[in-house]
Each structure stands twice: as structure tokens, then as C-alpha cells.
């Protein structure tokens, strides 16, 4: 069973940055086929930032320009660096990673071709 775990949400006014960060079991890589995604009150789950399997990345059009998703590989974390936030941006923040990688996989922002999930953590811009 992969487990997921985010962490490095907060509280933070208009035009401030977070950083969020997802770790994962020994086994579970963290350097492909990965995302976030984020879930506001009364919203459906919306797919923000994902590495594909050859590292390329794609971003929603609302964060573009704004966050960042990148691989540390020497601790298998992924990050979410969030700049010039917005009170827009406030949700709940998940990693997912899919079941397979293959070569082939681009980067996706479809929640439905992700398997496992973390627990998420919170978002509060304030204005």
C-alpha cells in the first residue's frame, strides 16, 4: 500500500508563498508521474501541477507562472512552491501519484488517472 503524506500548508495573507511538500514509503518514487491537486469547499477536485514520466511539466492555467512542482532526489520529495498567492487559492492541497509510469505517459491533470492519494494539507490565503 503507497502512502502519501503532505505537508507545508498554512495560513498566509494575498501575495505571500508556501511551500508544499509530499513524501512517500521507502519504495514509492516520487520523480514522475506525480501531481497535485487541490479541492475547495463546495468545488470539485481540480488537477494544479504534475510531472509526466520523462519529467516534463504542465501546470494549470490559473497557477501558471505562480507555482512551481519539482523533485528533490536525494530525500524522494515533491514540492509545491506557491508564490504570489491568492485567496482563490485557498483549498485543500493533494499528492497523487499514478499506479504505473510508463515512458509513454504524459503529464496529466486528470484526477481519474491517479491511484494513490494523500490525506492533504490546507491552504488559507487571506486577502
Known amino acids: 500500500q503507497v502512502q502519501l503524506v503532505e505537508s507545508g500548508g498554512g495560513s498566509v495573507q494575498a501575495g505571500g508563498s508556501l511551500k508544499l511538500s509530499c513524501t512517500a514509503d521507502?519504495?514509492?518514487?516520487?520523480?514522475?508521474?506525480v501531481a497535485w491537486f487541490r479541492q475547495a469547499p463546495g468545488k470539485q477536485r481540480e488537477g494544479v501541477a504534475t510531472i509526466g514520466s520523462t519529467g516534463s511539466t504542465t501546470y494549470a492555467d490559473s497557477v501558471k507562472g505562480r507555482f512551481t512542482i519539482s523533485h528533490d532526489n536525494a530525500k524522494n520529495t515533491l514540492s509545491l512552491q506557491m508564490d504570489s498567492l491568492k485567496p482563490e487559492d485557498s483549498a485543500m492541497y493533494y499528492c497523487?501519484?499514478?499506479?504505473?509510469?510508463?515512458?509513454?505517459?504524459?503529464?496529466?491533470?486528470?484526477?481519474?488517472?491517479?491511484?494513490?492519494w494523500g490525506q492533504g494539507t490546507q491552504v488559507t490565503v487571506s486577502s
Open positions: 521507502g519504495y514509492t518514487y516520487l520523480s514522475a508521474c
Open positions: 497523487a501519484r499514478r499506479a504505473t509510469c510508463y515512458y509513454y505517459f504524459g503529464p496529466s491533470l486528470r484526477e481519474v488517472d491517479y491511484a494513490y
